[in-house]
């Protein structure tokens, strides 16, 4: 990318910030896939159950929700470069731990790592981009690292394969160290750390209680799949988890600065906007988890064969995004994501009819209209979430948003995973069934979120 009317040196030291942005993005969204297709070789080293190995999933995910709120005050406080110089280096220490390990739980607790630093990789990233960049070269510079944010999840699951099938699974982890450590030593050296005190204090007791709420809420989920919890242990976290929420609540209303202030909800379109990326994005983020998991598990493909199958997905949601604008301008909010939810739902169902002797090819297309139809759901959510909000309220309404999006992929990843052991749990024999239960029920839940867009306004039909 090149940048005029800037001195040549500056001009320099600004095409390598946003490569060095745009290769942290990368790293973040590669890795929110190409763990996919690796889960079974992973189960096997560590002598675990293939079928419970969805809190190496979700655990990044939710490690990210956990940190995302609280980037733009940890990047005011102590300077960008110095925390994104630390995002790379919990990022990479985590890649390296998970590689190490040896256990589910080591693997576990390096990927919550690995997530606190992928948390910070892109908004911190964003914020220098803006903060460096003249207003009127935003947009292109944003445009520029927005391209490897979609290249990571179209590769992943199936570099994910090609890596378990020719080397191991710890290489899925090896290969963030050497472009970690070129991104660390050029962030030291052309990044600028300013250094901005931020205007009020941070909520700390309002991030804390949305913290535990959705630790607790996605671990009562999880917990008994893949962690075996106790069923007292289950009913205990999610009770914590509804009293810390209650407790936020609360707080939002009688704080004068909480995190996010009550009265971003009374904009109706935010809170459609937001249940429904929570609710529709649980079967989502399910599909690209099962999928590679049942194709190995159940129908005998190999780690690359599953990955290579993912692809469609991804290119038909690369494909979609151009047309977004002009669907979405023709028809309204509304209509889309009335019709558009019951197509998503729908492609889904078609893998409860998935047999090794299902031609591959209806797999293919299922998937690829799963991933168009899937990129336009999203674009439509979160351009609906944000649209209506005050000047003042983007930074915070972007921020939860963010949250939200992280959440239901946590969540909907640890959903899909304790109904696929319940099922297995009823008919140990027939894995396959379990799998096709599962879709049903995920694609019942996608369906079911069409209630929550019922909810817009007419003004949004058109």
């Not at 159950?49 to 990044?60: R, T």
């Not at 692809?311 to 979405?328: R, V």
Request: proline residues 5%; charged residues 10%; contains cysteine.
């Amino acid at each position: 990318m090149n940048i005029k009317d800037t001195d040549p040196k500056e001009q320099r030291r600004l095409n390598i910030l946003l490569w060095l942005v745009a290769c942290g993005f990368f790293m973040q969204t590669l890795d929110g896939t190409i763990v996919n297709t690796a889960l079974p070789s992973m189960a096997l080293s560590l002598h675990e159950s293939p079928l419970k190995m969805q809190s190496v999933v979700v655990i990044y995910s939710m490690a990210m929700a956990m940190l995302i709120p609280a980037s733009g005050w940890i990047s005011d406080r102590f300077g960008i470069r110095r925390v994104y110089l630390c995002a790379i280096f919990f990022f990479v220490a985590g890649s390296a731990l998970c590689a190490a390990s040896s256990s589910l739980t080591d693997v576990l607790l390096a990927r919550a790592l690995q997530g606190f630093g992928g948390a910070m990789l892109l908004p911190v990233g964003r914020l220098s981009i803006l903060r460096s960049f003249p207003r009127h070269q935003f947009l292109q510079a944003m445009s520029f690292i927005a391209v490897p944010g979609m290249i990571g999840p179209l590769i992943g699951p199936a570099l994910g394969g090609w890596l378990v099938e020719n080397a191991s699974w710890q290489w899925i982890f090896l290969i963030n160290l050497p472009v970690g450590t070129i991104g660390f030593i050029a962030s030291a050296v052309f990044m600028k750390d300013e250094l901005t005190p931020s205007l009020s204090n941070f909520d700390w007791l309002g991030y804390g209680l949305l913290a535990v709420t959705m630790d607790a809420l996605c671990l009562a989920i999880d917990g008994s799949s893949s962690l075996g919890l106790e069923p007292t242990s289950i009913w205990g976290l999610s009770l914590l988890g509804f009293l810390s929420l209650s407790a936020y609540v609360y707080h939002a209303f009688k704080n004068a600065s909480p995190l996010f202030s009550a009265t971003l909800f009374k904009t109706s379109s935010l809170s459609v906007g937001l249940l429904g990326n929570l609710f529709s994005r649980l079967g989502g983020a399910s599909l690209p988890f099962l999928v590679p998991l049942m194709l190995q598990i159940s129908m005998d493909f190999s780690p690359l064969e599953a990955g290579l199958m993912m692809l469609p997905a991804a290119l038909t949601g690369m494909l979609m995004k151009p047309l977004t604008t002009s669907i979405i301008s023709r028809l309204g909010y509304k209509k889309v994501l009335l019709i558009n939810t019951i197509l998503v739902s729908l492609s889904m169902f078609v893998f409860i009819w998935a047999t090794p002797f299902l031609p591959t090819w209806i797999i293919v297309l299922a998937l690829a209209a799963f991933g168009g139809l899937n990129s336009l759901q999203f674009t439509a959510m979160n351009t609906l979430t944000l649209i209506d909000l005050k000047n003042d309220q983007a930074s915070s309404g972007n921020a939860l948003l963010a949250m939200v999006q992280m959440l239901a992929m946590g969540l909907g990843v640890a959903v899909a995973g304790k109904l696929l052991n319940t099922f297995v749990h009823f008919s140990p024999a027939d894995t396959l069934l379990a799998f096709h239960w599962t879709f049903a029920v995920m694609g019942v839940i996608t369906l079911a979120s069409t209630l929550i867009y019922t909810q817009l306004k007419r003004n949004h039909d058109t």
